[in-house]
């Protein structure tokens, strides 16, 4: 099966590129983070103290993450809810921060991720797609974009919800986040020598999308 692994720091525009490029090759595409989500999802509602290995080690035991995909959408799964929507609040973006750094926590997932990229040809997004999970794709892209431009980006999309949104308070949780994701003792955010870095700053969401299209080898 071919991939195409994509990494790069929180906030970059990953999943919609992602999502454009999987359009583009008629593929899936694989959205790792809403894995750590559902995780910390389990965690938020037993309630545990997400600083205490134990506790989350304990509560690994007791969940089971699955994906699906319907109508081309990724639907996420913990115990057999499908808990897409609750995926994405500014609590679950801090608790996943800090949960992902657990060894246990990403080898509870490992096989799950490399098993549905074995099943089909899929566009794989997330912090350690290059560096682990796909070691051995032959389409590795790190998406960067300097923290203010990424907070700007941010900004920008929750206002448009009609959010009420603090550019400070944004910047700082990014910051915070690319320090959790990159300094971590197993599989930290890296961009790997194999993989083609795109700086999308002053780039627009096609641009990007072209300069991967670009270069993603199909045989
Ligand atoms: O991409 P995201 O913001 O949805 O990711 C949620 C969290 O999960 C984020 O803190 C980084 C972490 N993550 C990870 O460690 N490895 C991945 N492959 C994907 C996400």
């Not at 359009?23 to 559902?38: I, M, N, P, S, V």
């Not at 992902?100 to 566009?123: C, F, G, M, P």
């Not at 790190?142 to 944004?170: C, F, H, T, W």
Request: with cysteine; aromatic share 4%; proline share 1%.
């Amino acid at each position: 099966m071919l991939s195409v692994a994509i990494d790069g720091p929180a906030g970059v525009g990953k999943s919609t590129v992602s999502k454009l490029v999987a359009k583009k090759l008629g593929w899936h595409c694989l959205d790792t983070g809403a894995l750590y989500r559902a995780i910390a999802v389990a965690c938020q509602r037993a309630k545990i103290d997400i600083n205490n290995i134990d506790e989350v080690k304990a509560l690994l035991k007791t969940i089971e993450i699955d994906v699906k995909f319907k109508d081309g959408l990724q639907h996420t799964y913990l115990n057999g809810e499908d808990v897409t929507k609750y995926l994405r609040t500014e609590e679950i973006d801090m608790l996943a921060s800090v949960t992902s750094a657990y060894k246990e926590v990403r080898d509870s997932i490992i096989d799950l991720q490399r098993n549905l990229a074995k099943k089909e040809n899929l566009v794989v997004e997330g912090r350690d797609i290059t560096s682990n999970v796909l070691k051995d794709s032959k389409n590795k892209f790190y998406l960067d974009a300097s923290p203010e431009e990424r907070a700007n980006r941010r900004y920008k999309e929750r206002l448009a919800r009609g959010e009420e949104v603090d550019y400070q308070d944004i910047l700082e949780d990014l910051i915070q986040r690319d320090k959790n994701d990159m300094t971590r003792k197993i599989a930290p955010l890296v961009c790997t020598s194999d993989s083609i870095r795109i700086d999308t700053t002053k780039l627009t969401i096609d641009q990007v999308v072209d300069k991967m299209l670009e270069n993603i080898k199909l045989n």
